[in-house]
């Protein structure tokens, strides 16, 4: 019974570069979540997906990021130009319907 | 939104020691969840526990639903405990996304 997947597990990108972070959520689940760790703090909400719908982006910043979590394959959450401050371990969570969350690995950005 | 307060923020023990922390919630409780984060940054499920009282081995959590908050008992503590331990919950109505505290970090010294 695999988990969260999440990939890359590390991400470096040069200033300006976009990165791509890939999700896959448990089996049976079609609740996914992104939340961003900045170092030394907790976990902030960005966004809540369904199949094909975007539920809640509150905690997205509102330019260069964008979430997707499309019919097939995983969810993508997308940062474009990115900037040093994007920096950060990105997870992903996934639900079903008792609501509670499991968590990916994470992907750790590190921008140069 | 509903904010998380976490405490205490710091916790150094012995191994063998028993540990309480705590979790106070400004708004009603609705999916309450207890995680650690080990040293290598995994956040591993602890519990689920929007009311009530569980156990799992030598940890367990208590949520007391009415008067907003939550404790996770640590006892015999051992260095793999070792990590900071997060509380969150959500605002209610259905899948949203979590609430996290600032956690606590505990370090168990052998």
């Known amino acids: 019974n695999a988990g969260v997947m999440q990939n890359p597990r590390h991400l470096v990108r040069r200033r300006g570069q976009e990165a791509r972070l890939r999700c896959s959520p448990m089996k049976g689940h079609s609740h996914v979540y992104w939340y961003r760790q900045l170092p030394e703090e907790g976990l902030k909400f960005m966004v809540y997906l369904q199949k094909e719908n975007i539920i809640d982006e509150s905690g997205m910043p509102k330019e260069r990021f964008s979430a997707e979590f499309p019919k097939e394959g995983p969810s993508i959450l997308r940062i474009q130009q990115v900037v040093r401050g994007d920096s950060a371990a990105y997870f992903c969570a996934s639900s079903g319907a008792l609501e509670t969350q499991y968590f990916g690995p994470g992907t750790r950005l590190l921008v140069l | 939104g509903i904010q998380v307060e976490q405490s205490p923020p710091d916790l150094i023990l012995q191994e063998g020691a028993n540990s309480t922390l705590r979790c106070n919630f400004s708004?009603?409780?609705?999916?309450l969840q207890w995680f650690h984060q080990n040293p290598w940054g995994q956040l591993i499920n602890l519990f689920y526990?929007?009311?009530g009282t569980k156990q799992n081995g030598r940890l367990s959590a208590t949520t007391v639903a009415t008067e907003r908050y939550s404790l996770l008992y640590i006892s015999s503590s051992q260095t793999t405990d070792s990590g900071v331990y997060f509380c969150?919950?959500?605002?209610?109505?259905?899948?949203?996304?979590?609430?996290f505290g600032k956690g606590t970090h505990l370090i168990i010294q052998p």
């Open positions: 969150a919950d959500d605002s209610g109505g259905g899948a949203d996304g979590l609430t």
């Open positions: 708004d009603s409780v609705n999916n």
């Open positions: 526990i929007p009311s």
